[in-house]
């Protein structure tokens, strides 16, 4: 196993590619992850966001990703990436319809 760890590859901070420190936890010796993050997700300036504004599940103050969706998959006017908001209206106020090939018996 001490042959292997030789070869793996780690960040400046001490971090590989999944996040482990070198010392095989989470957490590097001050106790904060690859992304600057306490165990209670507290970051290291003291606050709950790091300096771009995200927390440590990476949601900014409002609830929204970096992506611009919130944890539901809705953005800040209440659409979804495929364009519906929760009723299933599009931005133009149409209604998706579902279209159903009925069978006659």
């Given at each position: 196993?001490?042959?292997?760890?030789?070869?793996?590859?780690?960040?400046?901070?001490?971090?590989?590619?999944?996040?482990?420190?070198?010392?095989?936890?989470?957490?590097?010796?001050?106790?904060?992850?690859?992304?600057?993050?306490?165990?209670?997700?507290?970051?290291?300036?003291?606050?709950?966001?790091?300096?771009e504004?995200?927390?440590?599940?990476?949601?900014?103050?409002?609830?929204?990703?970096?992506?611009?969706?919130?944890?539901?998959?809705?953005?800040?006017?209440?659409?979804?990436?495929?364009?519906?908001?929760?009723?299933?209206?599009d931005?133009?106020?149409?209604f998706?319809?579902?279209?159903?090939?009925?069978?006659?018996?």
């Amino acid at each position: 196993m001490v042959i292997f760890n030789m070869f793996k590859k780690y960040d400046e901070y001490g971090f590989d590619s999944k996040g482990m420190h070198k010392n095989g936890t989470k957490f590097n010796e001050n106790g904060f992850d690859k992304n600057s993050f306490d165990k209670n997700g507290i970051h290291k300036n003291g606050t709950y966001f790091n300096e771009e504004g995200y927390s440590i599940e990476g949601y900014d103050k409002c609830g929204y990703g970096k992506d611009g969706y919130n944890n539901g998959g809705y953005d800040r006017q209440g659409y979804n990436r495929s364009g519906y908001n929760m009723k299933g209206y599009d931005r133009q106020g149409e209604f998706s319809e579902t279209k159903y090939k009925w069978k006659a018996r």
